[in-house]
């Protein structure tokens, strides 16, 4: 039941351990993925167009059948959606959720040894609140403090997995590069701490350039290595392995995506040239706020655009920021996603993609293809997810209301052809959460009661927790960076 | 045709604007005939004639007639509400987040009563004019209310907001009011803090913290004590060697009863104590924030305490809160009595408005009472409402004509009008499309 319930979460410590006593929250997730019939739903399937009063056969995890009335087979689970509204699983291109602490390792300008992959926090409250929006794939990415950052992972949404569940089976991993402000530090200085290079867009450029001069000449070198052994040489002394280097070396070699956070038209260009020079591909523009300018270039170089709905002008470079940015490089034929960068943003991604019909004029299928589609093809994962067709993974959610419109409400969300997100349940466990909660509270203070002279264990009352931001300041990245404490100034 | 006249508007707006003003011809008269108009003071009307005239609302009906010489705007098929009042932001304070020298919201030092924000609101600000294509009419512009300063010291008073409409020239056409609230940032305990001379958060025990909370708090109960003798004083005409205070001065509104106090608290305990202290100070207070306003509702219904929610679509507080405490705090409020309205706390979210208003109703708030969250009870809660908030005769003509419902994603707005003149929905980002919409293929 681990599941459905944010109290098991990780609260305090102390509350954590006292829960795992809790029978409670120790049912056991249902491993076995059961048959599932969705019923009498509107079907938006993304792929082939909207099936009114539709049936989804679910077996093995899987979209098994797809169709008008299927025949509910025997053990099936019958999940009557009249009335309701099915989607493929959100599929959120730039995350920064299930992370343990910080998402920057900005000590250095290429920071590519750095991998999210060792720090995946199972338990990161904010994934059941994403899937609760409908979220069941995310990019999770390293932050943008660095003109090369670090290594990045896709995952799915597996609520109540252990960590090592997460990844997304076969999902070719990325690596996080960014330009601009951030890498540059523009917005901000560490105390005590002296100024790093780079601090302009042409020092970004040349460790971008220098990075990847150090990894062609690496990889020559384990080539020419490779070469001699297998010709037979014996007893050569290899290269010294650089781990700083070898994903550079994978994204020479296409075997891992380049996911660049940036803004300006320029550096958008830059970072293109860059790419031709050394052979290799960028797969997605991150943010790319102003790639309504160079939509042309972006089509011309095969690259993705993952961006905003209508975040702008909290820094210079997202001054000429615009709502209709994905819109408009939709339309001159730019691969788009719109993606959240934010835990809070992505419950609502569905509302965000709806953005695109307002300014710019897309159609539904094409503004629900910015969150589902769209991302499944730029992070490669389009044979296994991104729309309701057969075969291809049962990750769904069904909504109360067409899911474009800042009414819908989401029900259930299905990953693997689980129900790992439900509405009812969870408003119906809420008594029973709070009552328990109570419960282990009061049980705490009666054990630091009857032990008085023993130092009290720093018991942590709800509201000690640190404070959202003060205002409903939104950023880029996870950044620490442009985060000034100010909130008023944000 | 309706994108046409916006159009032909724009340019003539761009014409004027090289021109002096006083050379420009204004209409004065406007009819809006035969649309849906939802007034919020009764029901709607389903075929009704909104007419503006100087600047006001000269009358609303099914049966209205149409002065000679209005200028007359065919409403078929479009729907008329009044325009949205965003109750938090800081428009006209702060243009670009990041860079300080185009932010003027927080003052420096922790007791700034004396800051008012109309004094700083840039009236060219590209933020208006976004903001108002969105269909918000007017703002509160509120300064401080991030509870720190430029150095990361405490903001404690912040300074006074300023209500003003989102269309004119210069502040003073702008200026519905200038001072409408004092902005308090109460005082928290704090176990985790943000470091700046490290730049890196930093653990409190608590008992160090809730120290350092007392001491703000007194701080604070001695400016308000000094701040209520200097207007005893004032109102006695003083002694003759009576020395001026400007900081003291601007407090007096608030100890009279005059100013209400906008208090940021987002806690139920920091609600607790700040609601406790202004009624022992008998101070008025309209609370800011209220993340956990629904802990303390019975007491802020006994106490009459208006809410200006921030944004519902914000995280918990708590990692074991309901994933959508926030969603559905307007309607567990609404139930209980307590009076609230909805703001973005924010810029260039302020277009959020609406759809924070309609996440409200998709999670329990009547649609009408999400409506008047961010119309009509704004209005009432700052003492405005007999100029805004509704369509009724006698107010100023702040009206939005959509093609739909004003809260929904997809609503366009047609027709703006501010002070009675028909405003242009054109702006920055509208701008920019069209110039790289039409961009040639390289």
């Given at each position: 039941?681990?599941?459905?319930?944010?109290?098991s979460?990780?609260?305090?410590l102390?509350l954590?351990?006292?829960?795992?006593?809790?029978s409670?929250s120790?049912?056991?997730?249902?491993?076995?993925?059961?048959?599932?019939?969705?019923?009498?739903?509107?079907?938006?399937?993304v792929?082939?167009?909207?099936?009114?009063?539709?049936?989804?056969?679910?077996?093995?995890?899987?979209?098994?059948?797809?169709?008008?009335?299927?025949k509910?087979?025997?053990?099936?689970?019958?999940i009557d959606?009249?009335?309701?509204?099915?989607?493929p699983?959100?599929?959120?291109?730039?995350s920064?959720i299930?992370?343990e602490?910080?998402?920057?390792?900005?000590s250095v300008?290429?920071?590519s040894?750095?991998?999210?992959?060792?720090?995946?926090?199972?338990?990161?409250?904010?994934?059941?609140?994403?899937?609760?929006?409908?979220v069941t794939?995310?990019n999770?990415?390293?932050?943008?403090?660095?003109?090369?950052?670090?290594?990045t992972?896709?995952?799915?949404?597996?609520?109540?997995?252990?960590?090592a569940?997460?990844?997304f089976?076969?999902?070719?991993?990325?690596?996080?590069f960014?330009?601009?402000?951030?890498?540059?530090?523009?917005?901000?200085?560490i105390p005590?701490?002296?100024?790093?290079?780079?601090?302009?867009?042409?020092?970004?450029?040349?460790?971008?350039?220098?990075?990847?001069?150090e990894?062609r000449?690496y990889?020559?070198?384990?080539?020419?290595?490779?070469?001699r052994?297998?010709?037979g040489?014996?007893?050569?002394?290899?290269?010294?392995r650089?781990?700083r280097?070898?994903?550079?070396?994978?994204?020479?070699e296409?075997?891992?995506?380049?996911?660049a956070?940036?803004?300006?038209?320029?550096?958008?260009l830059m970072?293109?040239?860059?790419?031709?020079e050394f052979?290799?591909k960028?797969?997605?523009?991150?943010?790319?706020?102003e790639?309504?300018?160079?939509?042309d270039?972006?089509?011309?170089?095969g690259?993705?655009?993952?961006?905003?709905?209508?975040?702008?002008?909290?820094?210079v470079?997202?001054?000429?920021?615009?709502?209709?940015?994905?819109a408009?490089?939709?339309?001159?034929?730019?691969?788009?996603?719109?993606?959240?960068?934010?835990?809070e943003?992505?419950?609502?991604?569905?509302?965000?993609?709806e953005?695109?019909?307002?300014?710019?004029?897309?159609?539904?299928?094409?503004?629900?293809?910015?969150i589902?589609?769209?991302?499944?093809i730029?992070?490669?994962?389009?044979?296994?997810?991104?729309?309701?067709?057969?075969?291809?993974?049962?990750d769904?959610?069904?909504?109360?209301?067409?899911?474009?419109?800042?009414?819908?409400v989401?029900?259930?969300?299905?990953v693997?052809?689980?129900?790992l997100?439900?509405?009812?349940?969870?408003v119906?466990?809420?008594?029973?959460?709070e009552?328990?909660?109570?419960?282990?509270?009061?049980?705490?203070?009666?054990?630091a009661?009857?032990?008085?002279d023993?130092?009290?264990?720093?018991?942590?009352?709800?509201e000690?927790?640190?404070?959202?931001?003060?205002?409903?300041v939104?950023?880029?990245s996870?950044?620490?960076?442009?985060?000034?404490?100010?909130?008023?100034?944000? | 045709?309706?994108?046409?006249?916006?159009?032909?508007?724009?340019a003539?707006?761009?014409?004027?604007?090289?021109?002096?003003?006083?050379?420009?011809?204004?209409?004065?008269?406007?009819?809006?005939?035969?649309?849906?108009?939802v007034?919020?003071?009764?029901?709607p009307?389903?075929d009704?004639?909104?007419?503006?005239?100087d600047?006001?609302?000269?009358g609303?009906?099914?049966?209205?007639e149409?002065?000679?010489?209005?200028?007359?705007?065919?409403?078929k098929?479009?729907q008329v509400?009044?325009?949205?009042?965003?109750?938090?932001?800081?428009?006209?304070?702060s243009?670009?987040?990041?860079?300080?020298?185009?932010?003027d919201?927080?003052e420096?030092?922790?007791?700034n009563p004396?800051?008012?924000?109309?004094t700083a609101?840039?009236?060219?600000?590209?933020?208006?004019p976004?903001?108002r294509a969105?269909?918000?009419?007017?703002?509160?512009?509120?300064?401080?209310?991030?509870?720190?300063?430029?150095?990361?010291?405490?903001n404690?008073?912040?300074?006074?907001?300023?209500?003003?409409?989102?269309?004119?020239?210069?502040?003073?056409?702008?200026?519905?009011?200038?001072?409408?609230?004092?902005?308090?940032?109460?005082?928290?305990?704090?176990t985790?803090?943000?470091d700046?001379?490290?730049?890196?958060r930093k653990?409190k025990?608590y008992?160090?913290?809730?120290?350092?909370?007392?001491k703000?708090?007194n701080?604070?109960?001695?400016?308000?004590?000094?701040?209520?003798?200097?207007?005893?004083?004032?109102?006695?005409?003083?002694p003759?060697?009576?020395?001026?205070?400007?900081?003291?001065e601007a407090?007096a509104?608030?100890?009279?009863?005059?100013?209400?106090?906008l208090?940021?608290a987002?806690?139920?305990?920091e609600i607790?104590?700040?609601v406790?202290?202004?009624?022992?100070?008998?101070?008025k207070?309209?609370l800011?924030g209220?993340?956990?306003?629904?802990?303390?509702?019975?007491l802020?219904r006994?106490?009459?305490?208006s809410v200006?929610?921030?944004p519902?679509?914000?995280?918990?507080?708590?990692e074991d809160?309901?994933?959508?405490?926030?969603?559905?705090?307007?309607a567990?409020?609404?139930?209980?009595?307590v009076?609230?309205?909805?703001?973005?706390?924010d810029?260039?979210f302020?277009?959020?408005?609406?759809?924070?208003?309609?996440?409200?109703?998709?999670?329990?708030?009547?649609?009408?009472?999400a409506?008047k969250?961010?119309t009509?009870y704004?209005?009432?809660?700052?003492?405005?409402?007999?100029?805004?908030g509704?369509?009724?005769t006698?107010?100023?003509?702040?009206?939005?004509?959509?093609n739909?419902?004003?809260?929904?994603?997809?609503?366009?707005?047609?027709?703006l009008?501010?002070?009675?003149?028909?405003t242009?929905?054109?702006?920055?980002?509208?701008?920019?499309?069209?110039?790289y919409s039409?961009?040639?293929?390289?």
């Amino acid at each position: 039941m681990r599941y459905g319930n944010p109290m098991s979460a990780r609260c305090s410590l102390i509350l954590a351990a006292l829960l795992a006593c809790a029978s409670f929250s120790m049912a056991t997730p249902p491993d076995a993925s059961s048959i599932i019939l969705i019923q009498n739903a509107t079907i938006l399937t993304v792929s082939h167009g909207t099936l009114e009063h539709g049936s989804i056969l679910i077996k093995d995890g899987k979209i098994a059948e797809v169709g008008p009335s299927i025949k509910a087979p025997k053990d099936a689970k019958v999940i009557d959606a009249a009335g309701q509204f099915v989607i493929p699983g959100i599929i959120d291109c730039h995350s920064h959720i299930a992370i343990e602490g910080g998402v920057n390792e900005g000590s250095v300008s290429v920071s590519s040894i750095a991998n999210i992959a060792e720090v995946l926090d199972p338990d990161d409250i904010d994934i059941y609140r994403d899937l609760a929006g409908g979220v069941t794939t995310a990019n999770i990415l390293h932050g943008s403090a660095n003109a090369i950052g670090g290594q990045t992972m896709v995952i799915k949404l597996r609520w109540g997995q252990p960590a090592a569940k997460l990844p997304f089976e076969g999902a070719l991993p990325g690596i996080k590069f960014a330009l601009g402000e951030n890498p540059k530090r523009s917005n901000f200085s560490i105390p005590g701490q002296p100024k790093r290079y780079p601090a302009t867009r042409m020092g970004v450029e040349e460790t971008i350039r220098g990075a990847f001069t150090e990894a062609r000449d690496y990889k020559n070198s384990w080539d020419a290595y490779n070469k001699r052994v297998a010709a037979g040489e014996k007893n050569l002394v290899p290269p010294r392995r650089d781990l700083r280097l070898e994903p550079l070396v994978e994204v020479l070699e296409g075997k891992r995506y380049v996911h660049a956070h940036c803004y300006r038209e320029d550096e958008i260009l830059m970072l293109l040239r860059v790419a031709k020079e050394f052979g290799f591909k960028v797969r997605t523009f991150q943010h790319v706020l102003e790639g309504y300018k160079v939509a042309d270039e972006l089509v011309a170089a095969g690259v993705g655009a993952s961006t905003f709905s209508d975040w702008w002008a909290y820094k210079v470079e997202a001054y000429e920021a615009i709502p209709y940015n994905a819109a408009l490089m939709t339309k001159r034929g730019v691969l788009v996603s719109v993606n959240s960068d934010d835990a809070e943003e992505a419950t609502h991604l569905n509302q965000e993609a709806e953005k695109a019909i307002r300014y710019g004029g897309l159609t539904h299928e094409e503004a629900l293809k910015l969150i589902t589609l769209n991302p499944a093809i730029q992070l490669g994962i389009d044979k296994r997810v991104g729309s309701i067709d057969v075969g291809k993974d049962a990750d769904l959610v069904i909504y109360n209301h067409d899911p474009l419109s800042a009414y819908a409400v989401a029900q259930k969300t299905i990953v693997d052809g689980r129900v790992l997100f439900d509405r009812d349940k969870d408003v119906a466990e809420r008594a029973a959460v709070e009552k328990e909660k109570k419960e282990l509270l009061e049980k705490e203070k009666k054990a630091a009661e009857k032990k008085p002279d023993e130092k009290k264990p720093e018991t942590k009352t709800p509201e000690d927790k640190p404070k959202p931001p003060s205002d409903a300041v939104k950023r880029d990245s996870g950044e620490e960076m442009v985060s000034s404490p100010d909130g008023g100034a944000r | 045709m309706s994108g046409k006249l916006a159009y032909f508007f724009a340019a003539s707006l761009f014409l004027c604007a090289g021109q002096r003003s006083a050379a420009r011809q204004t209409v004065s008269a406007f009819a809006i005939t035969h649309a849906k108009i939802v007034t919020l003071a009764g029901s709607p009307i389903e075929d009704g004639t909104l007419v503006i005239k100087d600047g006001k609302i000269a009358g609303v009906g099914a049966a209205v007639e149409v002065p000679a010489g209005a200028q007359i705007i065919d409403g078929k098929g479009l729907q008329v509400y009044p325009g949205l009042f965003d109750p938090v932001t800081q428009m006209g304070l702060s243009e670009i987040g990041a860079v300080s020298s185009t932010v003027d919201s927080s003052e420096i030092g922790s007791y700034n009563p004396d800051v008012v924000a109309a004094t700083a609101i840039l009236p060219s600000s590209e933020h208006i004019p976004v903001t108002r294509a969105a269909g918000i009419t007017e703002v509160l512009a509120v300064p401080g209310s991030g509870g720190f300063d430029f150095s990361g010291n405490r903001n404690v008073i912040g300074g006074q907001a300023s209500a003003f409409h989102l269309a004119g020239w210069t502040m003073d056409e702008m200026q519905i009011k200038r001072n409408v609230a004092m902005v308090l940032n109460w005082p928290q305990i704090e176990t985790r803090t943000f470091d700046f001379a490290t730049f890196s958060r930093k653990e409190k025990p608590y008992a160090d913290a809730k120290q350092e909370y007392d001491k703000q708090v007194n701080e604070l109960t001695d400016w308000i004590e000094r701040a209520r003798h200097y207007a005893q004083a004032i109102g006695h005409g003083g002694p003759s060697d009576f020395e001026r205070d400007v900081k003291l001065e601007a407090l007096a509104p608030v100890i009279r009863g005059q100013l209400p106090l906008l208090v940021f608290a987002d806690h139920a305990r920091e609600i607790r104590n700040a609601v406790e202290f202004c009624d022992k100070q008998k101070l008025k207070m309209i609370l800011a924030g209220g993340s956990e306003a629904y802990k303390v509702k019975e007491l802020l219904r006994s106490k009459n305490i208006s809410v200006i929610l921030r944004p519902v679509l914000s995280l918990p507080i708590e990692e074991d809160d309901p994933y959508d405490r926030l969603l559905t705090q307007p309607a567990e409020l609404l139930q209980s009595g307590v009076k609230f309205a909805i703001g973005s706390f924010d810029n260039s979210f302020a277009r959020r408005l609406g759809q924070n208003a309609a996440n409200a109703v998709a999670h329990g708030l009547p649609y009408d009472e999400a409506l008047k969250a961010v119309t009509l009870y704004p209005a009432q809660i700052f003492g405005l409402a007999d100029q805004v908030g509704t369509l009724e005769t006698g107010k100023i003509a702040n009206v939005i004509v959509t093609n739909g419902d004003p809260l929904e994603l997809t609503t366009e707005v047609k027709y703006l009008f501010i002070k009675g003149q028909l405003t242009s929905t054109d702006n920055k980002h509208k701008r920019l499309y069209e110039k790289y919409s039409n961009r040639p293929k390289p």
